[in-house]
């Protein structure tokens, strides 16, 4: 008996390889300007997030003592650790120390100019290592960028 033998290559035909070629392609067309985008929208979502955790945090502390909100020159203080109804604070909690601390750390500014980007610092006015810049009298708190706009042209202070 004969057994026939099957002569044809068990390979992918030039054709095939173009075609899976060509789809990857246009995913990757599809696919890259999208993640590109992505990393710029990251930065502005950051940013939003760490100014609605900010703002909360003052909101909180206003709450607990009386309506007044934490004072430039201690605000770091007064929303990372323990406090009494006074404002002064305590790494650890006392018997008169027993609100907060309402936030762990301050956030790094995630967007802005160079200078400024990656900045923790709280302060009412610009200056080296001011990330954010805060009004006592009315709880206001902005990323300082400056004139720095996100990609819809929107100024990162009117976040």
Not at 15 to 29: G, H, P, Q, S, Y
Not at 56 to 71: F, K, Q, R, S, V
Request: aromatic share 6%; net charge positive.
């Amino acid at each position: 008996m004969k057994r026939s033998r099957r002569t044809g290559n068990k390979g992918f035909s030039l054709l095939e390889v173009v075609i899976v070629v060509a789809i990857i392609a246009i995913l990757a067309a599809i696919g890259i300007p999208r993640m590109s985008r992505g990393s710029k929208g990251a930065g502005d979502s950051a940013l939003r997030g760490d100014l609605a955790v900010l703002r909360n945090a003052i909101d909180l502390y206003a709450a607990e003592h009386d309506g007044t909100l934490p004072a430039v020159s201690t605000i770091v203080n007064q929303l990372t650790k323990y406090s009494d109804r006074a404002g002064t604070t305590s790494d650890t909690k006392t018997t008169t120390c027993i609100y907060g601390p309402y936030i762990r750390s301050i956030p790094a500014l995630p967007v802005g100019p160079a200078n400024r980007k990656g900045s923790t610092g709280i302060a009412a006015s610009d200056a080296n290592g001011v990330g954010w810049l805060y009004t006592e009298a009315t709880g206001k708190i902005t990323p300082n960028t400056g004139t720095t706009k996100d990609e819809s042209d929107v100024l990162y202070t009117s976040y």
